[in-house]
């Protein structure tokens, strides 16, 4: 029996995003939601040209093409794939407790089978992940079955207000936070009027008195802004594929790992300095 078309070895699949996944192979979008926004390909000219829009965004993320590039465009306008950078502008939920990264790192621990390799999904690969980088594996389908943590747990947890507060968190996306405000556009519904100081990668999110930050992960520098957006945008038109109405906050939900593993590879690889505090919308 051959073995399945999986790679063990997470450099090998994009050696520019060594640590990803197998997130990164061809996932076909959705031929009903293009239909819904009228898009007027048959599920057979749809399936060739959806793969071949997705081999054109990694032909980016790989520096092979630039994000700007005619065909590349060309190909997501064919699919309906909207460009233009779009806000969340829900209000968030409330958590009634704050979860601590401990109770999440616990989480990951009790059910994802290889902790060593899956957290170079988030940290790369370098010894001493923080305790941030463990948490931030709750919300990444990196369990047994590809199922998320956080969910395995939320079946069987007892304290259902801690569940509650949990998916809180889950519903807040990450942002790269430069003293105290967000570093990439950010929604302005989902920005704390202020944040502790420093660098990092975390998750904001609504407690009862304020805001609590989740799956902290700090930085030795703050990495330049321009490349990191540039790869969140193509994560964006990749993950509308599926989704068009999909927004900004809603890709870094769903592809949460990204925005970790692009700034701390950026601190390593001279792609530091710091940025500038960006305009929220």
Not at 67 to 81: F, I, K, S
Not at 192 to 206: E, H, I, L, N, W
Not at 217 to 236: F, Q, W
Request: overall charge negative; proline content about 9%.
């Amino acid at each position: 029996m051959n073995a399945p078309d999986r790679e063990v070895v997470p450099s090998l699949l994009c050696p520019e995003d060594p640590w990803a996944g197998d997130e990164v192979r061809y996932t076909p979008g959705d031929w009903g939601n293009g239909r819904r926004y009228g898009m007027d390909l048959d599920p057979q000219a749809w399936g060739v040209a959806d793969r071949r829009a997705h081999g054109l965004l990694r032909e980016v993320v790989e520096g092979r093409r630039a994000a700007r590039d005619p065909e590349l465009h060309a190909a997501l306008a064919q699919l309906l794939v909207p460009t233009a950078l779009k806000h969340d502008t829900r209000p968030p939920r409330v958590a009634e407790v704050e979860v601590p990264d401990e109770v999440l790192t616990d989480v990951v621990e009790d059910v994802v089978p290889d902790l060593a390799m899956t957290v170079e999904r988030v940290w790369g690969d370098e010894p001493d992940a923080p305790l941030g980088a463990w948490a931030a594996l709750a919300c990444l389908g990196v369990a047994i079955e590809g199922r998320r943590p956080l969910d395995i747990w939320a079946d069987e947890e007892t304290d259902r207000e801690l569940v509650r507060s949990a998916r809180v968190i889950d519903a807040s996306p990450p942002c790269l936070w430069v003293d105290g405000r967000p570093a990439i556009p950010f929604s302005r519904r989902w920005t704390p009027p202020s944040a502790p100081p420093g660098v990092y990668v975390a998750r904001a999110y609504r407690v009862r008195d304020g805001w609590a930050f989740a799956a902290r992960v700090d930085l030795a520098s703050a990495p330049a802004v321009g490349p990191l957006l540039r790869r969140l945008e193509v994560e964006l038109w990749d993950h509308r594929r599926i989704e068009r109405r999909a927004s900004f906050e809603d890709m870094l939900r769903a592809r949460s790992a990204v925005p970790y593993r692009t700034a701390v590879e950026a601190t390593r690889t001279g792609l530091g300095g710091r940025a500038s505090t960006a305009r929220t919308l």
